[in-house]
């Protein structure tokens, strides 16, 4: 048996994240597994989508993110990481200076990706292990400036596309009904001649709305739930949210225009069930880099 330790760091719009992982190779089969997980929430989103770059206090509060993660890289002994960075560090002014900054003071080299690598190391999770090879399935992973979307049919994915429908970028108001329209014509363009399609969804907003639903795991959610769901979530205000629904007050405000990406994607497939397995970018990372090393 060998033990392979690999780090991937995900800069997105609403949160920075550090996933640690153990690749568990034995004769039989590799595992994956979580050792830590960081989730700092520094909102790089708010900044952008507004003003077009990143503030001087978020740049700082990115940077001591990024300290911190340099000397957990080194205490878990973390043999090969990748950082990379998406849609709000993408559409930064100064995007390329920060990243540039970060290196040089701490030693770690951030990749700023456009949404077609981020789609493609999404699908490096090896989600095609968890699809029913007789179900067509769309794949929708929601995060904070972008939505990428995947069809899979026969257990293979046949393609897949990134639309600026963020629930930071909702937030702030900054999604023109047009982006609506590309993402709904791309899905029913891809869905059209399916029989029956599931969703998939992926990231930090439907896990927690999983979560809530008190399901078991591997259990899919149901469209008439998340239409009353959303429908109680937007029965709260802000503050209840926090307070009675016990909800974070990063989650508390993005959760509501996620679940409404979600209900639309369902809506536009004419799909009745979501499944909710904890896959996401950070994951799809993990895997690239175990995948990369069995290549050389």
């Not at 999404?122 to 090879?133: G, N, V």
């Amino acid at each position: 048996m060998k033990i392979y330790r690999y780090a991937a760091i995900d800069i997105g719009s609403n949160a920075v994240r550090l996933l640690i992982s153990n690749a568990i190779v034995t004769k039989k089969k590799t595992k994956f597994k979580k050792v830590s997980l960081i989730r700092v929430p520094i909102r790089l989103g708010a900044d952008v989508f507004t003003k077009g770059f990143v503030s001087r206090k978020n740049e700082e509060r990115l940077i001591n993110a990024m300290f911190g993660f340099k000397y957990l890289l080194k205490a878990y002994e973390v043999e090969k990481y990748m950082a990379v960075a998406t849609s709000a560090m993408r559409e930064a002014k100064n995007g390329q200076e920060i990243v540039k900054e970060i290196e040089k003071i701490t030693g770690i080299h951030i990749q700023i990706i456009d949404g077609a690598k981020e789609a493609e190391l999404i699908a490096a999770t090896d989600l095609e292990e968890l699809l029913d090879r007789n179900r067509n399935y769309l794949y929708v992973d929601v995060g904070g400036g972008s939505t990428e979307f995947s069809i899979f049919k026969n257990g293979k994915k046949q393609d897949s596309q990134s639309f600026r429908l963020g629930t930071v970028r909702l937030l702030n108001k900054q999604v023109e009904k047009n982006e609506w329209d590309k993402a709904e014509k791309w899905v029913k363009e891809h869905t059209r001649d399916m029989d029956k399609v599931y969703l998939i969804g992926s990231g930090g907003n439907i896990n927690k709305l999983f979560k809530m639903s008190g399901k078991i795991p591997g259990a899919p959610l149901s469209k008439v739930w998340l239409d009353a769901q959303y429908k109680f979530l937007k029965s709260f205000d802000y503050d209840d949210r926090v307070e009675e629904l016990d909800l974070n007050p990063d989650r508390a405000d993005v959760i509501i225009p996620a679940t409404k990406i979600y209900r639309r994607a369902m809506q536009w497939a004419n799909a009745d069930k979501i499944y909710v397995p904890k896959i996401g970018l950070a994951d799809g990372i993990i895997k690239y880099l175990y995948a990369q090393d069995k290549k050389n």
